[in-house]
Every structure is written in structure tokens, then in C-alpha cells.
């Protein structure tokens, strides 16, 4: 297990930014995939970003490409979403998952653990 802790969410207005930040407990971060999920009232979860082990390569949800940023600094044990150009349709709790190596994304059994959740809400 490697726990997380997501911080950085609160209340912004459209157009604004907002870094959401997750610390991982533990020497075992560098071997995790690290993925940013987010679910909307009344939607079902869905992908936002993910992020190699090394930071080499990053993916991106259509919906977010241009606007959002993962990061990830291994020293830290900590991986990053900077979301820029936010609209109300941002709101929601995003999540940190860490995904074992070689893994697919998005499939339940990939992911070693999850973190709480923390909230963002995008005012109009």
C-alpha cells in the first residue's frame, strides 16, 4: 500500500487556478504510475490525468488537454495537477491514484491505493 493525501481543492471562480497536490507516504513512490480521477455529483468517476513513474510521459482527458498539468517530483513523493482556465464543470472531488508499473490505466485491479479525495468547486 502507499498512502495518499490529496490537499490544495477549495472554491475558485471560472477562469481561475487552482494546484492540487498529493503526498504519498513511504520509499516506494518511484515505482508508481500516478493518475488524477475525478468524480462530479451524480457522475460516475472519470480519468483526468496520469503520469509515468519517471515523469517521462503524461496523458490527458480531451476535456482537460491545454488547461491542466501533472507533475510529479519523486524527492517529494509528491505528484502535482495544476489546473488553469477553470470552469464550473470542473467541480468535483478529484482523486490520486497510484498505479502499479505496467499496469493499465482506468482498470480497478491496476491501482495499488487511492487517496481520500479532496474537493474543488468552480463558481460562475
Known amino acids: 500500500q502507499v498512502p495518499l493525501v490529496e490537499s490544495g481543492g477549495g472554491l475558485v471562480q471560472a477562469g481561475g487556478s487552482l494546484r492540487l497536490s498529493c503526498a504519498a507516504s513511504g520509499r516506494t513512490f518511484s515505482r508508481y504510475s500516478m493518475d488524477w480521477f475525478r468524480q462530479a455529483p451524480g457522475k460516475e468517476r472519470e480519468f483526468v490525468a496520469a503520469i509515468t513513474w519517471s515523469g517521462g510521459s503524461t496523458y490527458y482527458a480531451e476535456s482537460v488537454k491545454g488547461r491542466f498539468t501533472i507533475s510529479r517530483d519523486n524527492a517529494k513523493n509528491t505528484v502535482y495537477l495544476q489546473k488553469n482556465s477553470l470552469n464550473p464543470a470542473a467541480t468535483a472531488v478529484y482523486y490520486c491514484?497510484?498505479?502499479?508499473?505496467?499496469?493499465?490505466?482506468?482498470?480497478?485491479?491496476?491501482?495499488?491505493?487511492w487517496g481520500q479525495g479532496t474537493q474543488v468547486t468552480v463558481s460562475s
Open positions: 491514484a497510484a498505479r502499479r508499473h505496467g499496469a493499465m490505466l482506468g482498470v480497478a485491479s491496476s491501482y495499488e491505493s
